[in-house]
């Protein structure tokens, strides 16, 4: 029990201090950002919001370490005769057109350091090109097997340049997201058939 007591007296310690060496930042919808004092972006500007709705957007690049996973959405299709003829590298044919599900888990020191909605702790990162993602970090051979459905996920650890880190606030759950730039490393690829994704809404 006591070791309990302990713990929790840790976390409440630590998310106050974390919280006291924040700036806050109010957007125009009302919503509440903390940006740590050693976030390695700053704010650039806030967006143009819809009812219930708040969106920032940060400048600054850093390299964000965590562990990802690849969902391909689309139905299966068969590749195009440019694909089949070899015209063109698979990565580059229509058959990679449809829409790609990625998500990604920072290292909890990164999460630390980066800003989020006050009550909106962050857990996941989504890229705005996913695919750009998809093709860096995965050969043809496994693209092909999502697209395919033979396998339903793919996931692995990696280090990776990202910038344009944007945090929203709408219907009240928080989405944070960045701009992927290159691999800096990448760790081995796991294929499997559960997808382990949850899709959540309104």
């Known amino acids: 029990?006591?070791?309990?007591?302990?713990?929790?007296?840790?976390?409440?310690?630590?998310?106050?201090?974390?919280?006291?060496?924040?700036?806050?930042?109010?957007?125009?919808?009302?919503?509440?950002?903390?940006?740590?004092?050693?976030?390695?972006?700053?704010?650039?500007k806030q967006k143009d919001e819809e009812e219930g709705s708040t969106t920032v957007i940060f400048d600054g690049h850093f390299v964000a370490h965590g562990t990802?996973?690849?969902?391909?959405?689309?139905?299966?299709?068969?590749?195009?005769?440019?694909?089949?003829?070899?015209?063109?590298?698979?990565?580059?044919?229509?058959i990679c057109d449809p829409a790609w599900e990625t998500s990604f888990k920072p290292d909890r020191g990164l999460r630390f350091h980066l800003p989020h909605g006050e009550g909106y702790p962050m857990q996941d990162?989504?890229?705005?090109?996913?695919?750009?993602?998809?093709?860096?970090?995965?050969?043809?051979?496994?693209?092909?097997?999502?697209?395919?459905?033979?396998?339903?996920?793919?996931?692995?650890?990696?280090?990776?340049?990202?910038?344009?880190?944007?945090?929203?606030?709408?219907c009240d759950q928080a989405t944070y997201s960045v701009r992927f730039i290159r691999i800096s490393v990448s760790g081995t690829v796991r294929l499997a058939h559960n997808d382990g994704l949850v899709e959540e809404g309104c």
């Open 125 to 170: 990162i989504f890229f705005q090109n996913a695919f750009e993602f998809v093709k860096a970090v995965l050969t043809e051979k496994t693209i092909r097997r999502l697209v395919d459905k033979t396998i339903n996920v793919a996931s692995g650890t990696a280090a990776m340049n990202v910038d344009n880190f944007t945090a929203s606030i709408e």
């Open 1 to 44: 029990m006591i070791k309990f007591v302990i713990m929790g007296l840790m976390l409440v310690s630590t998310t106050a201090g974390f919280a006291a060496n924040a700036e806050r930042i109010v957007s125009k919808g009302g919503s509440v950002y903390l940006v740590p004092s050693n976030s390695p972006v700053k704010l650039q």
């Open 68 to 94: 990802y996973k690849i969902r391909y959405l689309g139905p299966p299709r068969p590749p195009s005769k440019d694909c089949e003829r070899g015209a063109c590298r698979f990565t580059q044919c229509n």
